[in-house]
């Protein structure tokens, strides 16, 4: 940028980008060269070419453009395998075996041969993740390889050739030689080759069969060595086909078609994955006055709920007293005023600060209390509502402010808060979320408590995982809260506040008492010796902080 090569910086920044998802501040860089360089077409300087034409494989194949969708995903074979070949011989130079990195290692010329080979083998088994993961990623896509020949197997299909697809098919089998419904297309696929010529001569792809045949070897050697040399090894499941999530757009699932001249065709239908609890809904709301909206079905997605009356319009303006009182700008943003958009200016306060400047008179102690007394009230909503078994826990809790910034509003086509999801790292192009570091990753729900309704935009949006289809709209009002499950079932954004300022509750939860808030621990202790109505300066043991 300081050379003034405006398209370098902007596919730097783009490349950055693709590596970091969630990073709100790259958004806008990006959009700013787009502007000032006239430039449409961004490259990623780190992109893995099989994975691109995968990609690419994969939108063709979405917009049911089957010949376009099939030139892509050969090519994205071609290249994987190419790819693999090159693994396999960065595996042969040094290798680091860090748990003998230390003084006492004295291995005779055997041991340190066998040491040698196994982590060389090691890191060619590896090469399975490598190829699987993309730049600046560290979970690989699951079942990444057989989902070439799963979508294959039904673009040939489409596209008459059912030698092809019966070939696919029987590729994707060496893998997961148990789906029904790719043996039921493959069945079908053989009743369209009889009479024409012996589907028995079909065979799998030698290149699949290869790698796949080397794999097993490689993970029974290392377990035989693992048992005769002393040492842990568990062999990673490579090809799980249901992954952490499995979702319409990320496998070709409960595709189906009424063909013409057969039976009904459900190609690649995977059973969605058995989650760590039964998801329910429909629990009581605890709290008469509350008033029930929306379910998930109502908003076109999975554990959401639309609620009013949470909080009385008394009560939201005693809140937004406070919040006046006890906001700082940036505070829960790192010290950044305007950490997601240049446009407005955020504001935030903790639970144990609002008590705080209540115990110390700068703002009424009662006011104070509320905001810890709503935060309550919505957690055993969502706990109950949700039908949780076990107690959901404060992860973070957080009152913002946001503000239109006046003389920026003009010509603006960002967001108040870009697409995201709260306990993984949203990639659109991917159609992922990767539940990975940086992202709050023990969160399980969110819930957002609204205080006002006088400005303008600012609206909540659900998304689909490609952050731009929108599938629900929410304008906040004052009681209004949404809440919904944390994870990327439910990528959600919020429009631009473009006239006023719009304040919130946000919180966000977790089932596992380990991520539990320490100030909202502080703060019940508070909150306890308050009860207890003997409160006193040298009995408080308070360390507020602006945020976790």
């Not at 092809?164 to 089998?173: F, G």
């Not at 006890?326 to 306060?349: C, Q, V, W």
């Amino acid at each position: 940028l300081q050379l003034n090569k405006l398209e370098e910086a902007a596919n730097a920044a783009h490349t950055f980008f693709m590596a970091n998802p969630e990073h709100m501040e790259i958004q806008q860089d990006i959009e700013n060269y787009k502007t000032t360089a006239g430039k449409v077409s961004l490259i990623d300087r780190e992109a893995k070419q099989h994975m691109e034409d995968y990609s690419a494989g994969v939108r063709h194949y979405d917009k049911e453009e089957y010949e376009l969708a099939i030139e892509f995903l050969e090519r994205a074979l071609k290249g994987y395998y190419s790819e693999d070949e090159d693994c396999q011989i960065m595996c042969e130079g040094p290798q680091r075996f860090e748990e003998h990195e230390y003084l006492e290692y004295k291995a005779g010329l055997y041991e340190a041969i066998a040491d040698h080979y196994m982590q060389v083998l090691a890191c060619k088994h590896d090469c399975v993740r490598e190829l699987a993961t993309r730049s600046g990623r560290i979970s690989p896509i699951e079942n990444f390889l057989p989902l070439h020949y799963d979508y294959l197997q039904f673009a040939y299909y489409r596209v008459g050739d059912y030698i092809k697809a019966l070939e696919c098919a029987r590729s994707y089998l060496l893998f997961h030689p148990d789906d029904e419904d790719v043996l039921e297309n493959a069945g079908y696929y053989e009743g369209l080759l009889e009479g024409t010529m012996d589907p028995d001569t079909v065979k799998p792809r030698k290149e699949a069969k290869t790698l796949l045949r080397r794999h097993k070897l490689e993970s029974h050697l290392l377990q035989v060595a693992a048992a005769g040399l002393g040492y842990t090894y568990t062999e990673p499941n490579y090809w799980n086909r249901y992954g952490a999530r499995q979702d319409e757009h990320s496998v070709p699932s409960s595709i189906s078609s009424e063909l013409e001249d057969g039976p009904r065709l459900s190609v690649a239908k995977k059973p969605m994955p058995k989650p760590d609890r039964e998801l329910k809904e429909g629990g009581p709301l605890l709290y008469s006055d509350v008033k029930f909206v929306y379910n998930s079905q109502q908003l076109n997605g999975t554990q959401r709920v639309l609620l009013d009356n949470v909080i009385s319009e008394e009560q939201c303006r005693e809140l937004h007293r406070v919040a006046s009182g006890i906001m700082l700008a940036g505070d829960g943003y790192r010290g950044k005023t305007s950490p997601h958009t240049p446009n407005e200016r955020f504001e935030g306060a903790t639970v144990l600060k609002a008590l705080k400047y209540g115990y110390e008179g700068r703002v009424p102690l009662k006011s104070a209390r509320l905001f810890y007394d709503i935060s309550e009230k919505a957690r055993r909503i969502v706990e109950s509502y949700f039908m949780l078994n076990s107690t959901l826990y404060f992860s973070y809790t957080h009152l913002v402010c946001r503000t239109a910034l006046s003389g920026q509003q003009e010509r603006r086509n960002d967001l108040s808060h870009p697409i995201h999801a709260d306990n993984c790292l949203l990639d659109p192009e991917a159609n992922e979320c990767w539940k990975e570091p940086p992202a709050y990753t023990f969160r399980d729900y969110s819930a957002l408590l609204y205080m006002n309704a006088d400005f303008e935009g600012g609206e909540f949006i659900f998304t689909e995982m490609d952050a731009k289809t929108v599938t629900a709209s929410i304008k906040p009002k004052c009681g209004r809260m949404i809440s919904f499950s944390s994870g990327g079932e439910n990528p959600h954004g919020v429009k631009a506040v473009t006239k006023g300022q719009r304040c919130a509750v946000a919180l966000w939860f977790t089932l596992d008492p380990l991520y539990r808030e320490l100030e909202r621990i502080q703060a019940d202790e508070v909150i306890a010796m308050l009860d207890q109505e003997h409160l006193g300066p040298s009995e408080m043991s308070i360390n507020p902080k602006d945020e976790l």
